[in-house]
């Protein structure tokens, strides 16, 4: 057998393995609330490593790999505000975020959830919500598909377009019919096989290249700066704006539509403990992980291919090509198709959720079925999924760069207001419009811009100015009901 078929082989049998989880979800999906949010049934583990290999995507073994071959150590500061941002998401989010959310007449969406929170009769706040979510989800899908493109590509020599177009079907295969059971219990395996390869796949290369102390003084001998967290490959101090726009990554965590889900769906507030272990724990292996096979990638590229990579974003790639066996390469390889899939398939599904539930029930079929909403939202997740392949196609798309000003526009439009709303009984319906409007106008807004203060990472500005407006606006405008007050004390006295 061949290297190649055996990839093939490989490949194959993960991908029937993935359908075949994905037909038994769809057995079990008997309606709207199971399709889009399980039925809000998953245990610790799947919660945890759903919400985990949803996060992290094609990024967590292409882009952070890449940028940490590309930039050193530097890439610290990045993945120390993720783990960070996940252990808080789960400790401050999770719970309240799940009680109100049943409380709030049963909230399958977050767009949905904030309606029902401010009892927002005009369902101006679900829409405009729901139009954010895609609009940012567009961005971050295509990323997705981007990545799943370069591994078709490099793995089997596909035409770029081709290969983006295979890994697109791949994606929407399973998520169409499953729904969230299917998205959920493959992230499972998926988040799993992930971690397995970012630690296999360094670690091996070390043993190659003779441990790690003499991978340490080869990267010194190379540039002593690449193990500096405070300089730059050019030995130049890094400045407090690139600090904080890395560290800033984790400010995005309480505002993704896609892994808040998971804590709606957890089974129980007893399970959410255990999950956030869990949770945090894989984020913390996995994120080291990719920084060591960035790391160690530089060394071995250097030593045994002459320097020359074109992407760095395909170290991995490399390194597993290079150094495994065909059939453990093609296991390897299948870690990021994980990744990709874990959050492709989360994204699509919670933006045909907006589209069918946010959109479609709210403004044209208020009397809508169940199983017309279900359908509604497996046509949604083909027709978004065309939609984000039509961005995708652009070779020079950077994964890390897609990833950044979908999980900016996320972070700033719905952190700010949703973490109000689980902790702020004065605020209101205009409060949380504002935040959520001035949260992704500001994100839009500052990519645009160059230079001086505008080198700053756009989530900081648009959380900062987001909170701003949704305190000043709900302060201006008149207090909640009753009865939106009562509601927020009875969220209190179930947690």
Same mark, same amino acid.
């Given at each position: 057998?061949?290297?190649?078929?055996?990839?093939?082989?490989?490949?194959?049998?993960?991908?029937?393995?993935?359908?075949?989880?994905?037909?038994?979800?769809?057995?079990?999906?008997?309606?709207?609330?199971?399709?889009?949010?399980?039925?809000?049934?998953?245990?610790?583990?799947?919660?945890?490593?759903? *919400?985990?290999?949803?996060?992290?995507?094609?990024?967590?073994?292409?882009?952070?790999?890449?940028?940490?071959?590309?930039?050193?150590?530097?890439?610290?500061?990045?993945?120390?505000?993720?783990?960070?941002?996940?252990?808080?998401?789960?400790?401050?989010?999770?719970?309240?975020?799940?009680?109100?959310?049943?409380?709030?007449?049963?909230?399958?969406?977050?767009?949905?959830?904030?309606?029902?929170?401010?009892?927002?009769?005009? +369902?101006?706040?679900?829409?405009?919500?729901?139009?954010?979510?895609?609009?940012?989800?567009?961005?971050?899908?295509?990323?997705?598909?981007?990545?799943?493109?370069?591994?078709?590509?490099?793995?089997?020599?596909?035409?770029?377009?081709?290969?983006?177009?295979?890994?697109?079907?791949?994606?929407?295969?399973?998520?169409?019919?499953?729904?969230?059971?299917?998205?959920?219990?493959?992230?499972?395996?998926?988040?799993?096989?992930?971690?397995?390869?970012?630690?296999?796949?360094?670690?091996?290369?070390?043993?190659?290249?003779?441990?790690?102390?003499?991978?340490?003084?080869?990267?010194?001998?190379?540039?002593?700066?690449?193990?500096?967290?405070?300089?730059?490959?050019?030995?130049?101090?890094?400045?407090?704006?690139?600090?904080?726009?890395?560290?800033?990554?984790?400010?995005?965590?309480?505002?993704?539509?896609?892994?808040?889900?998971?804590?709606?769906?957890?089974?129980?507030?007893?399970?959410?403990?255990?999950?956030? +272990?869990?949770?945090?724990?894989?984020?913390?292996?996995?994120?080291?992980?990719?920084?060591?096979?960035?790391?160690?990638?530089?060394?071995?590229?250097?030593?045994?291919?002459?320097?020359?990579?074109?992407?760095?974003?395909?170290?991995?790639?490399?390194?597993?090509?290079?150094?495994?066996?065909?059939?453990?390469?093609?296991?390897?390889?299948?870690?990021?198709?994980?990744?990709?899939?874990?959050?492709?398939?989360?994204?699509?599904?919670?933006?045909?959720?907006?589209?069918?539930?946010?959109?479609?029930?709210?403004?044209?079929?208020?009397?809508?079925?169940?199983?017309?909403?279900?359908?509604?939202? +497996?046509?949604?997740?083909?027709?978004?999924?065309?939609?984000?392949?039509?961005?995708?196609?652009?070779?020079?798309?950077?994964?890390?760069?897609?990833?950044?000003?979908?999980?900016?526009?996320?972070?700033?439009?719905?952190?700010?207001?949703?973490?109000?709303?689980?902790?702020?009984?004065?605020?209101?319906?205009?409060? *949380?419009?504002?935040?959520?409007?001035?949260?992704?106008?500001?994100?839009?807004?500052?990519?645009?811009?160059?230079?001086?203060?505008?080198?700053?990472?756009?989530?900081?500005?648009?959380?900062?100015?987001?909170?701003?407006?949704?305190?000043?606006?709900?302060?201006?405008?008149?207090?909640?009901?009753?009865?939106?007050?009562?509601?927020?004390?009875?969220?209190?006295?179930?947690?």
């Amino acid at each position: 057998m061949t290297n190649t078929m055996a990839i093939y082989a490989t490949f194959t049998v993960y991908l029937v393995l993935m359908l075949v989880i994905g037909y038994y979800a769809y057995r079990v999906t008997a309606n709207s609330s199971d399709y889009f949010l399980g039925g809000r049934s998953l245990g610790p583990w799947p919660a945890a490593l759903s *919400a985990g290999a949803s996060d992290m995507s094609g990024w967590l073994l292409l882009g952070l790999p890449g940028y940490a071959f590309a930039s050193g150590m530097e890439a610290i500061w990045l993945a120390a505000g993720l783990l960070l941002g996940t252990w808080l998401n789960w400790l401050v989010t999770a719970k309240r975020l799940r009680t109100y959310s049943i409380i709030a007449n049963d909230a399958l969406t977050l767009p949905e959830f904030f309606a029902n929170r401010f009892q927002d009769s005009s +369902r101006l706040l679900q829409v405009i919500s729901a139009f954010f979510i895609l609009l940012f989800f567009l961005f971050y899908t295509s990323s997705g598909l981007v990545a799943g493109g370069k591994l078709f590509e490099t793995v089997f020599g596909l035409d770029y377009t081709y290969a983006v177009i295979v890994g697109t079907i791949c994606v929407v295969s399973y998520t169409l019919f499953g729904g969230f059971l299917a998205v959920s219990w493959t992230d499972l395996v998926q988040g799993l096989l992930m971690a397995a390869a970012l630690v296999i796949v360094p670690v091996t290369v070390m043993q190659l290249d003779g441990g790690a102390s003499a991978v340490i003084d080869t990267l010194r001998a190379t540039n002593p700066e690449l193990l500096s967290i405070f300089n730059d490959v050019k030995g130049e101090p890094l400045s407090w704006i690139a600090i904080v726009s890395l560290a800033a990554w984790g400010l995005g965590y309480f505002g993704q539509p896609h892994i808040l889900a998971r804590f709606q769906a957890t089974r129980s507030n007893a399970d959410i403990p255990t999950a956030r +272990r869990i949770a945090v724990t894989w984020s913390g292996l996995s994120m080291a992980g990719a920084l060591l096979v960035g790391l160690t990638g530089l060394v071995y590229v250097n030593a045994h291919m002459a320097g020359n990579i074109a992407d760095g974003e395909k170290i991995f790639m490399v390194l597993v090509n290079a150094v495994f066996h065909p059939v453990v390469a093609g296991i390897l390889l299948a870690a990021i198709l994980a990744a990709i899939m874990s959050t492709a398939d989360s994204q699509l599904l919670v933006s045909s959720s907006a589209l069918a539930e946010d959109f479609y029930k709210q403004l044209f079929r208020r009397e809508a079925s169940q199983n017309e909403i279900v359908m509604v939202g +497996r046509l949604a997740v083909l027709g978004l999924s065309f939609v984000a392949l039509i961005l995708a196609l652009n070779p020079d798309s950077s994964v890390l760069g897609l990833v950044s000003y979908a999980w900016a526009g996320f972070g700033a439009a719905f952190g700010p207001v949703l973490l109000l709303s689980l902790y702020w009984s004065r605020m209101n319906r205009n409060g *949380a419009l504002a935040g959520i409007i001035v949260g992704a106008i500001t994100v839009v807004v500052w990519k645009q811009l160059s230079g001086g203060i505008f080198e700053l990472y756009e989530i900081v500005p648009g959380v900062l100015f987001s909170t701003l407006a949704t305190v000043v606006v709900s302060l201006l405008s008149v207090e909640p009901s009753e009865t939106v007050q009562e509601q927020h004390k009875l969220m209190l006295r179930s947690l």
